[in-house]
């Protein structure tokens, strides 16, 4: 398909060029009236060849194709996500706990979101955090997780620096 579009649009350029080098030789006048259409008739012919060679046969069997595996996909929930794009979403979710948490005072080390597939979007269903030390804040930004990122309290991990250190 690609190289039939690359020799199509050669052919194009190839016809306009010698469309130019024949109309600058001819003479004005009846001669170049006559040219211009032969020369209106070859590029309408570049033009219109590939279509005339086209396979439509292979294109509607590699068009069915594509739209049965897009149908697979969209039927098979996690199998058409990508991992990358889960770790796009687990990464953006701790970043957003780790700037909420300075918002409330909470000096975090680490955070480690983990989501799952829902059928139609990944949401967050548990998070580790590492913070600096005993943190008396911590609870606002639990209670926030809870609330707006739907965190359960008992699937929210919390460590301080010390307890890694130890571990």
Known sequence: ?????????????????????????????????????????????????????????????????????????????????????????????????SDKGAALGVKLKTVTVKTRWSGEIWYPVSAELTTEGPQPEAGALAQYMESELGIERSQQIWKTSDENADG
């Open 1 to 97: 398909m690609e190289t039939m579009l690359k020799n199509w649009i050669l052919g194009m350029i190839a016809a306009a060029v010698l469309s130019a080098v024949l109309m600058s030789v001819v003479p004005k006048g009846t001669a170049r009236r006559v040219m211009t259409f032969a020369l209106s008739l070859a590029a309408l012919t570049a033009l219109v060849r590939p279509l005339m060679q086209f396979d439509y046969e292979t294109f509607a069997a590699a068009v069915l194709q594509t739209h049965t595996g897009a149908g697979d996909i969209a039927q098979g929930g996690y199998s058409g996500r990508s991992d990358v794009e889960r770790q796009l979403i687990q990464d953006a979710l701790a970043s957003y706990i």
